[in-house]
């Protein structure tokens, strides 16, 4: 499997109106786009930091595992994003090496990406998520 880069750092927050201004007026990020995810039940705010994104993550609904995460663990990193080339055989790869996957076959993600996720008990408590950019 190929990694390029971290593609984006998910964060998982109460509220996008609340946490928006920390990142736009302390740390002087710029949020350049919003975005539910209906079928995840998120909304996502998007800021660029060189290379890598931050994905701030906000529940639409109370039973959403933005929710859910965010009652048993509070506010914080949910999970970190690695782009790959070539996404299905990189699923392949990391179900043969025993990592157990949550989306055993890609969906789109925010952004338009094609992204699955890999469950935290298999990747030592980090929420990883594999993706690719196979947008025109
Ligand atoms: N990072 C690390 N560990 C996590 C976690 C996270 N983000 N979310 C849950 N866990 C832990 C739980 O605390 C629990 O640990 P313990 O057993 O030690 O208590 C363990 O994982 C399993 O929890 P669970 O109750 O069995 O499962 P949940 O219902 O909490 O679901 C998970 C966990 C990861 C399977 C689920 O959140 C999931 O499917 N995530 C992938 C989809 C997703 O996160 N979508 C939102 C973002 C979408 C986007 O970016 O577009």
Do not use: W
């Not at 499997?1 to 928006?20: F, Q, R, T």
């Not at 506010?75 to 179900?95: P, T, W, Y």
């Not at 699955?116 to 594999?130: D, I, N, Q, R, Y």
Request: charged residues 30%; proline residues 2%.
């Amino acid at each position: 499997m190929k990694v390029s880069h971290i593609e984006h750092i998910g964060i998982a927050v109460k509220s996008l109106d609340e946490a928006i201004p920390y990142y736009e007026n302390v740390l002087g990020l710029k949020c350049y786009n919003i975005e539910e995810v209906a079928d995840q039940k998120v909304r996502t705010a998007f800021f660029k930091v060189g290379d890598v994104k931050i994905e701030l993550l906000e529940s639409t609904s109370e039973d959403g595992t933005v929710a859910k995460f965010i009652e048993k663990r509070g506010q914080g990193v949910h999970h970190v994003a690695f782009a790959v080339e070539g996404i299905e055989s990189a699923l392949a790869e990391v179900s043969e090496k025993g990592v157990e996957l949550i989306d055993k076959a890609p969906r789109k993600g925010a952004e338009g990406l094609d992204i699955a996720f890999l469950h935290p008990k298999s990747t030592f408590g980090v929420l990883t998520e594999l993706c690719e950019d196979n947008n025109d």
